[in-house]
């Protein structure tokens, strides 16, 4: 089996040849014991958007393929990074040492086992108050709370609290998804698009408890001003949905056509 790692970069020499060694050593690790019978042939996908302080090459001798994605944005990044992966699986993380990278072969066990589409981490559910500032935490909360509220329809199917955090930017996926959900955002909104689209087509979704690390350099994230243009983004999204549905056809969503379908 063929799977690709993407990551996202701006500036992150300090914490990028560890996220790399670490994610090597664990996916080494697995192929030697849960996936000896049918080892994870793995790519690593760094995409940057023009480092000026040698990411892009220590990524390079980290062993990683580095593209370089001068348009601006993580979502502008994603797009790039998920168009040029070759794997069957997707896989994702920040390249700032935060999210837990050597969990990544048990999520790609835990999404073959369960015949899921899409795993993503819950950074909620173990977090540590040093992990992320109290804006951050604040829009966190304002984020996922409207999203529960406004999307509640469609939520409600999904197991228990799914969810909690719609921010997240540790997935795994099938690559089959990408053909599955419409991707409009080029900024930090690309995370809950993905996430949001995934359940409105009815793909199966899980959500899994993560650890959440304190972040190694700079952050590139702007709570309040990318705070508020995720939070526009839900509500043109509900809207959107909204009148999709009013017009009646032809429903884009997985759960409404299956409803609505005649029978065979
Ligand atoms: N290529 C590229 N990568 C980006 C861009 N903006 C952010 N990134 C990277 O995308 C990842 C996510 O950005 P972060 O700044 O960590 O965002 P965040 O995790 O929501 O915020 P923090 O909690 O501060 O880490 C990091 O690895 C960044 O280096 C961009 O414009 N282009
Ligand atoms: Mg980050």
Sequence with gaps: MRAS???PTLNESGSIGNVLRTFRAAA????????ASDPITWEVLVVDGASTDGTGTIAAQEGARVLVERRRGYGRAYKTGFAAATGEILATSDGDGTYPVAEIPRLVRE???HHLDFLTGNRMAYLDRRSMTTEHRIGNWILNTFLHVAYHHYLKE???RTLEDSQSGFWVFRRSVLDRVALTQDGMAFSEEL???AILRGLKVAEVPIRYGERWGLPKLSSWRDGSRNFL??????LAVARELKMGA?????RETES???PA
């Design 111 to 113: 999404l073959l086992d």
């Design 260 to 262: 609505r379908a005649p």
């Design 250 to 254: 032809p429903t884009p969503f997985g």
């Design 28 to 35: 080494d690790a697995a192929n030697r014991a849960e996936f």
């Design 233 to 238: 983004f839900l509500v043109r999204k509900r």
């Design 158 to 160: 999904l197991p228990a």
């Design 195 to 197: 996430k949001v689209e």
């Design 5 to 7: 790692l993407v990551i």
